[in-house]
């Protein structure tokens, strides 16, 4: 999702695990008799949790990890000053979706040091003037992208007569933060996520001091015997449905038990990349019949990939040279690791390297040794500096983890409807959820997939 911001690229899309729920059924609730069954405990389908069980209907979540969160995972280390991000770190300006819940359970939530350094060939810019150029761009993006004159970012360069410097780095901004390819995203999606963003105050940014797995938690709080409800370790591998039925076929993952659930309808919140896994892969879902329309849908988009890993050191050595000292984020033109951010305006000797798009195509399949070595050198070569001794490296594989397969989604030129279809009812039954359905504007974040989530059991509460 492009957002014009000085936050630069941003990850969007971990919670503790709760106790374990093992594969025993709810305690007077049949397991052929639950009038919903959610698959995904990530954000949206907490959030549809939520809303199904407000209104009195019988649901279960069912989650693949020992935890709930998706995409969200925060690692609170006792030798860390601040909770370290591995998925969602930002708050993207204000959406009542996440800033009810700071304000709900009086949550410190501060903002970001957006001040940002260029490092180009051993210098440092400050320019304010470049911020304000591609900002330039956008607003164009925002003022010629529509449906009706699609066309790639890339061709939107190659016909407009910027200078080649700025291509460059509006190129560098718009892949790095959605993850995408210049070559494929479609400028019709970037300027409706911008003109969504600016609703909500989306180029300001704030983080939470108590980790952003608070937000999956609170999402929980309130859901009446909510353990109960929500049944981890629990993979589902296939759903075999007819119009206001379905049977859930899923495997322990600690056991390898196999186990079938019956319920009148499904919400189906798995991430675009698992959602386009074929069948037979890891982690996949079988359905039968086919939803054959949704994944013709899911198959139009694109599911970007990134590599985030967080470093901390034993002195936060950058800040030994002036030039940046209050950089919130240093961008680069390195190949692998080009951006960097801090913890600012909280101090700390922690740096997350960021790779997105076709920078992170250098590190597939690599160790994570061999990807902390690459960004030590990038990091190295961007400051100048040797950086001291490396206390930790935090690192999770989110592209070869079969429950994600990727960071977020984006659309293609010409894709855009793709959304709109991925969103729609299968026979008053199947229904989907997640940040590659929200029709807001807010796809590839988390308040995004939460709305997703509470629309998908609306829908579903307007077929009872």
Known sequence: MLVWNRTYFLSRLSVRALPPVGFCDTVGVPVSDWDVLIVGAGVSGLSALRVLDRAGLRAACLEARNRIGGRIESIHDPASPVPIELGAEFIHGRPAEI???????????????????????????????????????????????????????????????????????VTSYVEGFNAARAEVIGIASLAEDARAADKIHGGHSFRTLNGYDVIPAALVDGIEDSQAKLRLNSVVEAIRWEPGSANVHLRNALTGERQVMHAHRVIVTIPLGVLQAEPDEDGAIRFDPEPGEVLRAARKLRFGQVFRLVLRFQRAFWEDKHELSSAGFLLSREPIFPTWWTTLPVHSPILTAWSAGPHADELAGRSKDEIVRKALSSIGKITGLEPPALEAAYFHNWRDDPFARGAYSYVPAGALAAREKLAKPVGETLFFAGEATNLDGYSATVHGAIASGARAARQVIQQQ
């Open 99 to 169: 800033w009810d819940i700071v304000d709900r359970r009086h949550l410190a939530a501060y903002d970001c040091v957006e001040h940002a350094v260029y490092s180009a060939g051993g210098h440092f810019q400050h320019d304010e003037e470049s911020w304000e150029k591609i900002s330039g761009v956008l607003d164009d993006i925002k003022r010629l992208g529509s449906p009706e004159r699609d066309r790639t970012f890339r061709n939107f360069l190659d016909q407009s007569s910027y200078p080649a410097d700025l291509k460059q780095w």
